[in-house]
């Protein structure tokens, strides 16, 4: 099927609204897998607290396009994170060392986050171009929480899981 | 077919290496094409230029290999970077006026460049706690060099192309 021409600027940044919000969609159904495949208790928390916000983002997404008129569905398909996704489902199938495996799923994790601060700081900077300041305002508090979320799966990283991850390794051939 | 099971940090780390390996090999086949649709020659010099310094960190890479006594190939594909080159791959065939087509190719290559950022990042933290100095500071070149990329892409989309998007917006509705 012909797609429609990108003419303008904000073409495209509607374009890429509706990569991002088809993302956070699929994302919502890939982060409860995330959180019951975790085997820390704070690593769980931490995919369970960011499905809360990933729902939050999607309404401050429905949002931008109520004030657009335009639709937030597309039958365009974000293929990136569906890449994404595909490769934590495949990971989390791995037969691993719970504190292994739990680093492996962060790693996935911090893809999708940086999938997702790419994704709104382009849209940011659109929406800056475009002078759509209500726009930009959500969209600056979507990446804020992107950048959070990022922070906080490196924290859980350094501080714990991957030592563990030595250790649990080391466990399992005592 | 079964999966060897990741049981310490290391066998995570080279099942990482592995994924980025693939992801750098898929792209060296992607930025050729990204320079080809490019219409601004900054943006096309942007991607030759990206697509040499792939090259030097597949380079790397196969040293990191080396010295672990691995093999650098891997029937596995890096199923994200395939989804990140598909989305590529549409965008670059869609209709759009030339200064917006660009702005949408910069935004693709930024979402390519936060995705080996996340990995070079974790990598980066496997080899700190694995103490493997030298790999660290091979992997902190790679590091480097795709946040010196993005940081490019940024530039490039904030000084001109953007706003050129608008003018060439305008310009096809004169």
């Known amino acids: 099927m012909k797609k429609n021409k990108l003419a303008t600027l904000e073409d495209l940044y509607v374009h890429e609204l509706k990569d991002i919000y088809n993302a956070e969609k699929q994302l919502t ?9 975790a085997s820390s208790q704070q690593l769980k928390t931490a995919f369970e607290e960011h499905l809360e916000e990933t729902q939050n983002q999607i309404s401050r997404l429905d949002q931008i396009f109520e004030r657009l008129g335009q639709r937030s569905t597309s039958t365009d398909k974000c293929d990136a994170m569906e890449g994404l996704i595909k490769e934590g489902d495949k990971f989390i ?11 492996g ?3 996935g994790a911090q893809k999708v986050e940086h999938y997702e601060i790419a994704a709104y700081g382009s849209l940011c900077t659109f929406a800056e171009i475009l002078n ?4 930009l305002n959500l969209l600056k508090e979507n990446l ?5 979320a990022d922070e906080k799966l490196s924290q859980l990283a350094e501080s714990g899981i991957n030592e563990a991850a030595e250790v649990g390794a080391q466990r399992d051939f005592d």
């Open 29 to 37: 159904k890939a982060l409860p897998k995330l959180a019951k495949a």
């Open 93 to 103: 199938k791995e037969e691993a060392a719970p504190a292994v495996h739990d680093a």
């Open 105 to 107: 799923l962060i790693v």
């Open 132 to 135: 759509f300041e209500d726009d």
């Open 144 to 148: 804020s929480e992107e950048e959070a």
